[in-house]
């Protein structure tokens, strides 16, 4: 592990290396904890560049036992080497060569899970971003291509399946009790897609015919006897290869496509060239163990891994600036394939929900960057959700301003003239540039510029003129590095919706340019000016969340219910219903902070009650509306000063009193929506489910007894319906005899498996109060908790630190200190671990003085740890800023 404080890396500093990588060859001795790692590798000087200048490789922790130039031993004279890198001189000016390194490394020894490590037995990868050079010394970053040759040799009984990426090339017994496999990789590239998986492990396959007739192997591997529950991922792979066929014209291009599943992942998968490694949570599920959610992400991850084949493998980064070239274009890609698997709008809105929850107060914090950065100090800090899913609005923006056949024509462009490259952001703007003829400049500042712009609206009507008109104004926040913001290219889709509820075509509009059913917001302050509109319209602004924005816009009650009644876009009439809570929820925290009586405005319990009660729509639409904003949304709302209890508080009197006028309601629907049938984790079935687990959460609250969740638990055939069950008793009952028998009847039937497990600590940890910590202290002592695997650590310390607002942040500050000594303790085995977890303080600035002050304490006392990793010291340093 690198514990110097870490050198910064400048998007300006950037330059092509000096030699040019032809061929890799790579050969494997496997051994748990002596793995010989040879690597041969041909480069030649790239024209132009000095003669005398040398070869630098990079390394991590490594060991050099051997170097050969041209099949000769190097003498020493000629290369100096440290564990971070191999300088090697008076190398050939023109002619290529071969360089052999000779390393030998230590799955077992291996904590950190990046280069190769060992998961229940079995060898892995993960090379993304710099895990390659912990494997050999190697020119280990993005914009260095080549193809790969793979030979791996392993013990025989212990490793009946030895993979790598590309094509099978060949295997067999190589002597006395070992075996080989080789595998060749045609298309050039970059380390950090290199993967090589070797152990005893179940296979699911199948095939898939590619448009053009090609015959493609797929495998799914899992540990022995976990076969049957890859049935959905299988199912979800062709799905994603059909899908990306039709909608992008992407056809695979291998013979066979690999996944494994591995139980120690730093991340959710990964999506190496023809063998996509992932996090067992996001492969395996059947009804009697996965939730619904848990289905729908396995669906997303599978699709988005294997769309990365184009948008990441094909065409890759040039550097790890770049990030959001692929990951913001894959996200984008699989959130339209799991709109199109599924319900449109109820995609959008879980799509949102988790922008505003998890990207919104990143942007709003201290830990706030541009969507392409342009310096950092540990790239493994930057896989971040502002470059994921911010970065995937900034494409949707591009095919809301082009349309989507415009935007079509500019990713067939990307893909022509880029297959084979590591490009920039700008080279992929170009394209959409170039296929529409529309400049993007302005619009590219959504890669440069960090923080979430706030629009402010207002409108005015003249019924005289029969003229509407609307005043905007934009202004992006201040954020680290960067005081001062230029005005963005703001695409916000609207309608002018008529008393009847149908839409008013304006005779004209002026003031800026309008496409269609944008506006283009573009200046600071702009006026536009719609004509032609005989009655007082009701503006629905933003529709679809066009854009990544705070919209603040005082529309009466009226107006919202309104379009919550009448707009064609469900996304819009749920945002409605969302703004109208909005200043219910901040007021009720207010009053429960100065021991105010809370109330709920009417309006907003018929608007809510109205939408659940609609039977002509969705009902997964209608759980969305019932799931009322969350205690951390209502704190980014308040904005400051922020008291978790009196948000929980003020929160739980606002559903209180909905569940009280609608028990009726609630109770029909906790009736009606039953599903009959097996299980079937489709989207409709998933969506009866959520709106009865709504029902009965509002029932809970209403009857203030656990007698009707209990019940729910025992008759649940499902762990959807368990789940959601368990969840409220924990939640709202954590200390009737009921609670216990059901956590412990849980416990019992679901030990031993992994994931189930997860869940049983994550209902757990997330059980609100003050009594939280003394909870989660003592789980941390329950033998199943396993701190070196990483689902487990983020089940129960993850979960606590984000998931649950008010056992966390307790105001005598013992939650942070509990969670500093945690990250001091995974941070020497895991970095990236622990780095992730302590993000779940980056809001800390907004809280009460109390609790800010005991934020910072904790946050100082990991800052004076002197043997910090750099991906901790970077997160702290900049959160304490
Ligand atoms: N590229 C992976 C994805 O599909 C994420 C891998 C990140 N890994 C890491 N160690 N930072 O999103
Ligand atoms: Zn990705």
Request: aromatic share 10%; proline share 5%.
């Given at each position: 592990?690198?514990?110097?404080?870490?050198?910064?890396?400048?998007?300006?500093?950037?330059?092509?290396?000096?030699?040019?990588?032809?061929?890799?060859?790579?050969?494997?001795?496997?051994?748990?904890?002596?793995?010989?790692?040879?690597?041969?590798?041909?480069?030649?000087?790239?024209?132009?560049?000095?003669?005398?200048?040398?070869?630098?490789?990079?390394?991590d922790?490594?060991?050099?036992?051997?170097?050969?130039?041209?099949q000769?031993?190097?003498?020493?004279?000629?290369?100096?080497?440290?564990?971070?890198?191999?300088?090697?001189?008076?190398?050939?000016?023109?002619?290529?060569?071969?360089?052999?390194?000779?390393?030998?490394?230590?799955?077992?020894?291996n904590?950190?899970?990046?280069?190769?490590?060992?998961?229940?037995?079995?060898?892995?990868?993960?090379?993304?971003?710099?895990?390659?050079?912990?494997?050999?010394?190697?020119?280990d970053?993005?914009?260095?291509?080549?193809?790969?040759?793979?030979?791996?040799?392993?013990?025989?009984?212990?490793?009946?399946?030895?993979?790598?990426?590309?094509?099978?090339l060949?295997?067999?017994?190589?002597?006395?009790?070992?075996?080989?496999?080789?595998?060749?990789?045609p298309?050039?590239k970059?380390?950090?897609?290199?993967?090589?998986?070797?152990?005893?492990?179940?296979?699911?396959?199948?095939t898939?015919?590619?448009?053009?007739?090609?015959?493609?192997?797929?495998?799914?591997?899992?540990?022995?006897?976990?076969?049957?529950?890859?049935?959905?991922?299988?199912?979800?792979?062709?799905?994603?290869?059909?899908?990306d066929?039709?909608?992008?014209?992407?056809?695979?291009?291998?013979?066979?496509?690999?996944?494994?599943?591995?139980?120690?992942?730093?991340?959710?998968?990964?999506?190496?060239?023809g063998?996509?490694?992932?996090?067992?949570?996001?492969?395996?599920?059947?009804?009697?163990?996965?939730?619904?959610?848990?289905y729908?992400?396995?669906?997303?991850?599978?699709?988005?891994?294997?769309?990365?084949?184009?948008?990441g493998?094909?065409?890759?980064?040039?550097?790890?600036?770049?990030?959001c070239?692929?990951?913001?274009?894959t996200?984008?890609?699989?959130?339209?394939?799991?709109?199109?698997?599924?319900?449109?709008?109820?995609?959008?809105?879980?799509?949102?929900?988790?922008?505003?929850?998890?990207?919104?107060?990143?942007?709003?914090g201290?830990?706030?960057?541009?969507?392409?950065?342009?310096?950092?100090?540990?790239?493994?800090?930057?896989?971040?959700?502002?470059?994921?899913?911010?970065?995937?609005?900034?494409?949707?923006?591009?095919?809301?301003?082009?349309?989507?056949?415009?935007?079509?024509?500019?990713?067939?462009?990307?893909?022509?003239?880029?297959?084979?490259?590591?490009?920039?952001?700008?080279?992929?703007?170009?394209?959409?540039?170039?296929?529409?003829?529309?400049?993007?400049?302005q619009?590219?500042?959504?890669?440069?510029?960090?923080?979430?712009?706030?629009?402010?609206?207002?409108?005015e009507?003249?019924?005289?003129?029969?003229?509407?008109?609307?005043?905007?104004?934009?202004?992006?926040?201040?954020?680290?590095?960067?005081?001062?913001?230029?005005?963005?290219?703001?695409?916000?889709?609207?309608?002018?919706i008529?008393?009847?509820?149908?839409?008013?075509?304006?005779?004209?509009?002026?003031?800026?340019?309008?496409?269609?059913?944008?506006?283009?917001?573009?200046?600071?302050?702009q006026?536009?000016?719609?004509?032609?509109?005989s009655?007082r319209?009701?503006?629905?602004?933003?529709?679809?969340?066009?854009?990544?924005?705070?919209?603040?816009?005082n529309?009466?009650?009226?107006d919202?219910?309104?379009?919550?009644?009448?707009?064609?876009?469900?996304?819009a009439?749920?945002?409605?219903?969302?703004?109208?809570?909005?200043?219910?929820?901040?007021?009720?925290?207010?009053?429960?902070r100065?021991?105010?009586?809370?109330?709920?405005?009417?309006?907003?319990?018929a608007?809510?009650?109205?939408?659940a009660?609609?039977?002509?729509?969705?009902?997964?639409?209608?759980?969305?509306?019932?799931?009322?904003?969350?205690?951390?949304?209502?704190?980014?709302?308040?904005?400051?000063?922020?008291?978790?209890?009196?948000?929980?508080t003020?929160?739980?009197?606002?559903?209180?009193?909905?569940?009280?006028?609608?028990?009726?309601?609630?109770?029909?629907?906790f009736?009606?929506?039953?599903?009959?049938?097996?299980?079937?984790?489709?989207?409709?079935?998933?969506g009866?489910?959520?709106?009865?687990?709504?029902a009965?959460?509002?029932?809970?609250?209403?009857?203030?007894?656990?007698?009707?969740?209990?019940?729910?638990?025992?008759?649940?055939?499902?762990?959807?319906?368990?789940?959601?069950?368990?969840?409220?008793?924990?939640?709202?009952?954590?200390d009737?005899p009921?609670?216990?028998?059901?956590?412990?009847?849980?416990?019992?039937?679901?030990?031993g498996?992994a994931?189930?497990?997860?869940?049983?600590?994550?209902?757990?940890?997330t059980?609100?109060?003050?009594?939280?910590?003394?909870?989660?202290?003592?789980?941390?002592?329950?033998?199943?908790?396993?701190?070196?695997?990483?689902?487990?650590?983020?089940?129960?310390?993850?979960t606590?630190?984000?998931?649950n607002?008010?056992?966390?942040?307790?105001?005598?500050?013992?939650?942070?200190?509990?969670?500093?000594?945690r990250?001091?303790?995974?941070d020497?085995?895991?970095?990236?671990?622990a780095?992730r977890?302590?993000?779940?303080?980056?809001?800390?600035?907004?809280?009460e003085?109390?609790?800010?002050?005991?934020?910072?304490?904790?946050?100082?006392?990991?800052?004076?740890?002197?043997?910090l990793?750099?991906?901790?010291?970077?997160?702290?340093?900049?959160?304490?800023k």
């Open positions: 592990m690198r514990t110097d404080i870490g050198q910064i890396v400048n998007l300006a500093d950037y330059r092509p290396t000096d030699f040019v990588l032809e061929r890799v060859d790579l050969t494997f001795e496997l051994d748990p904890t002596n793995t010989k790692v040879e690597a041969r590798l041909i480069f030649h000087r790239r024209e132009g560049v000095d003669p005398s200048a040398p070869l630098v490789l990079d390394g922790e490594l060991n050099l036992s051997g170097l050969l130039f041209d000769n031993e190097v003498p020493a004279s000629q290369y100096d080497v440290t564990p971070e890198s191999l300088t090697i001189r008076d190398l050939p000016a023109e002619t290529p060569f071969e360089i052999t390194v000779t390393t030998y490394i230590n799955p077992e020894a904590t950190q899970l990046m280069g190769l490590y060992r998961t229940n037995g079995v060898y892995c990868t993960q090379c993304e971003a710099e895990g390659f050079r912990r494997i050999t010394y190697f020119p970053r993005p914009d260095v291509l080549a193809p790969y040759t793979i030979t791996i040799i392993g013990d025989k009984a212990a490793n009946p399946v030895m993979l790598s990426n590309g094509n099978f060949g295997g067999a017994g190589y002597d006395e009790g070992r075996a080989f496999a080789a595998w060749f990789d298309h050039p970059p380390s950090y897609l290199f993967a090589l998986v070797a152990g005893d492990l179940g296979v699911v396959e199948d898939f015919e590619t448009m053009s007739g090609n015959e493609v192997a797929l495998k799914i591997y899992v540990e022995h006897g976990k076969e049957a529950r890859a049935a959905y991922a299988m199912d979800a792979l062709k799905r994603s290869m059909k899908w066929e039709e909608r992008f014209g992407r056809e695979y291009d291998l013979n066979i496509f690999q996944i494994v599943a591995v139980s120690d992942f730093n991340m959710g998968a990964m999506e190496n060239k063998l996509n490694v992932f996090n067992d949570k996001y492969v395996l599920a059947d009804p009697e163990t996965a939730t619904d959610q848990d729908a992400n396995i669906e997303a991850i599978i699709a988005h891994e294997y769309f990365h084949n184009w948008t493998n094909r065409i890759t980064c040039r550097d790890w600036f770049q990030l070239l692929k990951e913001g274009l996200v984008f890609r699989d959130h339209e394939f799991s709109a199109d698997m599924r319900s449109r709008a109820v995609k959008r809105i879980a799509e949102v929900r988790h922008l505003k929850s998890e990207q919104f107060p990143e942007d709003a201290p830990l706030a960057h541009p969507v392409r950065p342009t310096k950092y100090r540990e790239i493994n800090n930057f896989y971040t959700t502002t470059v994921y899913q911010k970065g995937s609005e900034v494409t949707r923006m591009i095919s809301t301003l082009l349309g989507q056949d415009g935007f079509k024509s500019g990713m067939d462009l990307y893909f022509e003239r880029h297959d084979g490259q590591a490009v920039t952001v700008e080279d992929y703007v170009k394209c959409f540039e170039d296929s529409a003829g529309r400049d993007l400049k619009f590219s500042l959504w890669y440069s510029q960090a923080g979430t712009p706030l629009v402010t609206a207002s409108s009507y003249d019924q005289a003129s029969g003229t509407f008109t609307l005043s905007l104004e934009q202004m992006v926040p201040a954020t680290p590095g960067q005081p001062d913001k230029l005005p963005m290219h703001i695409p916000l889709s609207f309608s002018l008529s008393d009847n509820g149908a839409a008013a075509t304006p005779s004209s509009v002026t003031g800026g340019e309008v496409t269609g059913e944008v506006l283009h917001l573009t200046e600071r302050n006026i536009f000016v719609f004509k032609g509109i009655s319209p009701v503006l629905s602004l933003n529709r679809g969340f066009s854009a990544p924005i705070n919209l603040q816009f529309q009466s009650a009226a919202l219910a309104h379009i919550a009644r009448h707009d064609t876009d469900l996304f009439r749920w945002q409605a219903l969302t703004d109208l809570s909005i200043p219910n929820l901040t007021q009720a925290a207010r009053d429960a100065d021991g105010k009586e809370i109330t709920c405005d009417p309006a907003l319990i608007a809510i009650l109205e939408a009660g609609d039977d002509t729509l969705e009902p997964a639409f209608r759980s969305q509306v019932l799931t009322l904003p969350s205690e951390a949304d209502i704190g980014r709302e308040l904005g400051g000063n922020n008291d978790p209890d009196a948000i929980r003020g929160r739980q009197a606002i559903i209180s009193a909905i569940a009280t006028a609608g028990a009726q309601t609630f109770a029909r629907l009736d009606d929506m039953q599903t009959d049938g097996a299980y079937s984790p489709d989207a409709e079935n998933a009866k489910r959520a709106l009865r687990s709504s009965l959460a509002y029932l809970t609250y209403a009857e203030a007894t656990p007698a009707r969740a209990a019940g729910a638990f025992a008759a649940a055939d499902n762990m959807t319906d368990q789940m959601s069950a368990l969840t409220l008793l924990a939640h709202h009952f954590p009737a009921e609670t216990a028998k059901a956590l412990d009847t849980f416990l019992t039937r679901f030990d498996n994931l189930v497990i997860d869940k049983w600590f994550s209902v757990q940890a059980i609100p109060g003050a009594g939280a910590l003394d909870r989660v202290k003592a789980l941390m002592e329950n033998p199943r908790f396993i701190a070196g695997n990483p689902n487990r650590v983020r089940s129960l310390i993850g606590f630190a984000f998931g607002p008010t056992g966390f942040n307790r105001r005598d500050g013992e939650g942070y200190k509990f969670l500093a000594e990250i001091l303790e995974i020497p085995k895991n970095p990236q671990l780095a977890i302590l993000t779940s303080m980056r809001s800390w600035r907004s809280l003085p109390q609790r800010a002050d005991a934020a910072r304490d904790a946050l100082m006392t990991i800052e004076r740890t002197p043997t990793s750099t991906d901790v010291r970077d997160i702290v340093e900049r959160m304490l």
